[in-house]
T-cell receptor, first 115, second 112 residues
């Protein structure tokens, strides 16, 4: 298996632009997580899907952030409009079972820079 | 908010020495996991210890869990330069939804 795939790996955009990050989880995994990592705040859970249904979106910063999982093999995280404080590394992770039951497999991350 | 706090924040040792990292957390857990992150990469799972376990081994890794003190430690024995990375603990909360919360991480440097 190729592991969790994220695209793009790097994104540089200007303030106010829409940004879409993409994730393909490991085939057969039922749970998908989006995280944001910054030096100041560490690794934060943004949203958790189980069987394509959002279970916990309490970490989504504000209405500018939205996430979808239209099917078991694809998820997107959208920021509209983007702001400089959104600059961070965004990770997608998947796991075989529900959150907390077993290990999570992380993608390589998308490094987002908002100018 | 962070559930786990790691100590120390940074650690520098010579190759061959042992490295010990500690994690403290605040609420009841179902399990605690340790992950490694190499610079510029995603996190990689190392080991999981359940709340009813006290110690677990995997190769050169030894993890202990003390639920009465709400703390865990990760010991890496006979460290190698390739062990240079950041190490995070992650707690899965007790209850129906086992929310996973990552700690602040320990940055380990192993000097060849």
């Amino acid at each position: 298996d190729a592991g969790v795939i994220q695209s793009p790996r790097h994104e540089v955009t200007e303030m106010g632009q829409e940004v879409t990050l993409r994730c393909k989880p490991i085939s057969g995994h039922n749970s998908l997580f989006w995280y944001r990592q910054t030096m100041m705040r560490g690794l934060e859970l943004l949203i958790y899907f189980n069987n394509n249904v959002p279970i916990d979106d309490s970490g989504m910063p504000e209405d500018r952030f939205s996430a979808k999982m239209p099917n078991a093999s694809f998820s997107t995280l959208k920021i509209q409009p983007s702001e400089p404080r959104d600059s961070a590394v965004y990770f997608c992770a998947s796991s075989l079972g529900p959150a907390g039951v077993g290990e999570q497999f992380f993608g390589p991350g998308t490094r987002l820079t908002v100018l | 908010s962070q559930q786990g706090e790691e100590d120390p924040q940074a650690l520098s040792i010579q190759e061959g020495e042992n490295a010990t990292m500690n994690c403290s957390y605040k609420t009841s857990i179902n399990n605690l996991q340790w992950y490694r992150q190499n610079s510029g990469r995603g996190l990689v799972h190392l080991i999981l210890i359940r709340s009813n376990e006290r110690e677990k081994h995997s190769g050169r890794l030894r993890v202990t869990l003390d639920t009465s003190k709400k703390s865990s430690s990760l010991l890496i024995t006979a460290s190698r330069a390739a062990d240079t990375a950041s190490y995070f603990c992650a707690t899965a909360s007790a209850g129906g939804y086992q929310k996973v919360t990552f700690g602040t991480g320990t940055k380990l440097q192993v000097i060849p």
